[in-house]
């Protein structure tokens, strides 16, 4: 069983950054990504990185805002949000696969975090 916990959300001012981390405990991990959820709306990807860290993909929406890092050493994967925007606000969820598939898509993954509110003010 897979436990995966994020932190490091919070309220910030447009412009600024965050970075979010998440734990994972349990067996070896495959691809990783970040989904996020803004209020009233659907759940939708933002960034996953590869078992290796190598290959990374984002949204476009986030691409050269948001980057996405493991640690397997520490079983963390992290999202550091720079030039946040208002409606980057969203709970954001740390997701974790336990084998290959398209890491963009919710289907691929199997364990999933509570998820951590990220709150950007204009």
């Known amino acids: 069983q897979v436990q995966l916990v994020e932190s490091g959300g919070g309220l910030v001012q447009a412009g600024g950054s965050l970075r979010l981390s998440c734990t994972a405990s349990?067996?070896?991990?495959?691809?990783m990504g970040w989904f996020r959820r803004p209020p009233g709306k659907e759940r939708e990807f933002v960034a996953c990185i590869s078992q290796t860290g190598v290959a990374t993909y984002y949204t476009d929406s986030v691409k050269g805002r948001f980057t996405i890092s493991r640690d397997n050493a520490k079983n963390m994967v992290y999202l550091q949000m720079s030039s946040l925007k208002p409606e980057d606000t969203a709970v954001y969820y740390c997701?974790?696969?336990?084998?290959?598939?398209?890491?963009?898509?919710?289907?691929?993954?199997?364990?999933w975090g509570q998820g951590a509110q990220v709150t950007v003010s204009s």
């Open positions: 349990g067996p070896t991990l495959s691809g």
């Open positions: 997701a974790a696969a336990m084998g290959g598939g398209t890491y963009s898509r919710e289907g691929s993954y199997n364990y």
